[in-house]
């Protein structure tokens, strides 16, 4: 079965959809570039064609302009980047992207912005599947999807039992919520869609098998504690406090023993582990790695 293209094609140009500036930068920006070297490079790109009363450029023209502008190194990983983006456009497959980590850890900001990048429309978060099921089943039957992450212990029914009740309410609840998260990748697979999808409950090892797709996985983390506080800070600003932090402060050693949890799974399931010590190198690490796979699955 043919699935739809997650991505545009690259705008070089054609005799049917003549070359646009504007779509040129959005693409240059999707690999990494600056948005104002970006836009310098596009109208660059304009002036060539004007010049030469063309409506496309060729490849190896656009990788001498970008050369040209960028510089040799900015210019070629562009270009790179460019070319492993259409050959992802390219794959016959649905690409599903899994982006983990404890709370905190900036998953929500880096999985929009990769799937900006990507082309990727269909973006949601274990949370959304969780508040979902938290409407269909009650305190009483399922506790523990009623609490927080890092507060599930307190939906244990016998918490003195399990040796860290913090994990073991963690991992009830990450069981309960993978059942939905199944439910929403069928769904895409059967219709053919690329997703992209965020949680804390994206634990390595307790995901559901996934065929028919090209699915890339990491993890995200903050090995600083005092930044990890400070993203709570940062948070609770931009959503005008209706995520107070003082929450999150209070918690923080248990949603840091969660983390150490998911980081020492990810590690032994071969699961990359990105520190998003800085946001853009995050997203970046996370666009390398789809590409990447993507590669991976054409040479085979």
């Known amino acids: 079965m043919s699935h739809p293209r997650h991505a545009e094609p690259?705008?070089?140009?054609?005799?049917?959809?003549?070359y646009s500036k504007g779509l040129m930068a959005r693409a240059l920006v999707a690999?990494?570039?600056?948005?104002?070297?970006?836009y310098e490079l596009a109208k660059r790109i304009e002036q060539d064609?004007?010049?030469r009363h063309e409506e496309s450029v060729e490849f190896e023209r656009f990788e001498e302009l970008a050369v040209e502008v960028?510089?040799?190194?900015?210019?070629?990983?562009?270009?790179?980047?460019?070319?492993?983006?259409?050959?992802l456009q390219e794959l016959d497959l649905p690409v599903i992207v899994l982006v983990g980590g404890a709370t905190g850890t900036g998953k929500s900001t880096v999985a929009t912005e990769a799937a900006y990048r990507l082309g990727i429309t269909r973006v949601t978060s274990t949370d959304f599947v969780r508040q979902t099921m938290r409407a269909f089943f009650s305190e009483e039957f399922m506790p523990s999807i009623h609490y927080s992450s890092f507060e599930a212990a307190a939906g244990l029914r016998e918490p003195e039992q399990a040796d860290d009740p913090v994990i073991a309410?963690?991992?009830?609840?990450?069981?309960?919520?993978l059942v939905g998260v199944r439910a929403s990748i069928e769904r895409a697979l059967e219709e053919g869609w690329s997703m992209m999808l965020e949680g804390v409950h994206l634990v390595?090892?307790?995901l559901p098998r996934i065929d028919g797709a090209l699915v890339v996985q990491c993890v995200l983390?903050?090995?600083?504690?005092?930044?990890?506080?400070?993203?709570?800070?940062?948070?609770?600003?931009g959503l005008d406090g209706l995520r107070p932090h003082a929450k999150y402060i209070d918690r923080l050693d248990d949603i840091r023993r969660v983390q150490d949890h998911i980081v020492g799974r990810a590690r032994r399931h071969g699961v990359p582990v990105i520190s998003n010590t800085d946001m853009r190198s995050a997203i970046d690490a996370v666009l390398e790695l789809v590409l990447a796979?993507?590669?991976?699955?054409?040479?085979v």
Request: glycine content about 10%.
């Open 10 to 18: 690259l705008p070089l140009g054609s005799p049917h959809q003549p």
């Open 31 to 38: 690999v990494g570039v600056p948005l104002g070297r970006a």
């Open 49 to 51: 064609l004007a010049g």
């Open 70 to 87: 960028l510089g040799e190194v900015d210019g070629s990983r562009a270009v790179d980047r460019l070319r492993r983006l259409r050959d």
């Open 169 to 177: 309410g963690f991992l009830e609840q990450t069981r309960y919520v």
């Open 204 to 206: 390595p090892g307790m």
């Open 221 to 237: 983390a903050i090995d600083d504690e005092e930044e990890h506080s400070t993203h709570f800070m940062v948070r609770d600003a």
């Open 293 to 299: 796979s993507a590669e991976q699955v054409q040479r």
